[in-house]
């Protein structure tokens, strides 16, 4: 639930991009999760659109949403740390893969083999 406070210093658009991103952060809202169009957020809300959108667009600089264009914005993988420190580690792996020549699918096995190891945690 986004709650704006007229009587506060702190700018609407800034309360809604702190709340969005504290409820990304905290998985409130979920990895691939669809937001609400600005449009409609902004009538829900009682906030001019251009307020909405800089919410938006403020987050999607983070990496925390993505605007897939006319299908809608959404919770980005990115805004997930574990999934993205994850992504990072996939990629320098498969660039290290990739630069010692090693054949892709002895490349998973010692993926697999490493994380069955007990002390993986």
Request: charged content about 25%; proline content about 6%.
């Amino acid at each position: 639930m986004i709650v704006i406070d007229a009587a506060s210093p702190t700018p609407p658009y800034e309360q809604l991009r702190a709340q969005l991103a504290r409820q990304i952060q905290d998985r409130s809202l979920a990895v691939g999760t669809r937001l609400p169009t600005i449009r409609r957020l902004a009538a829900d809300l009682g906030l001019a659109v251009n307020t909405v959108g800089r919410a938006y667009r403020e987050l999607e600089e983070a990496g925390l949403i993505e605007t897939r264009g006319r299908a809608g914005s959404y919770v980005s993988a990115a805004g997930d740390r574990t999934l993205e420190q994850a992504r990072r580690a996939a990629l320098d792996y498969a660039t290290v893969i990739a630069r010692i020549g090693m054949d892709p699918t002895e490349a998973v096995r010692i993926v697999e083999a490493a994380l069955a190891r007990p002390s993986v945690p």
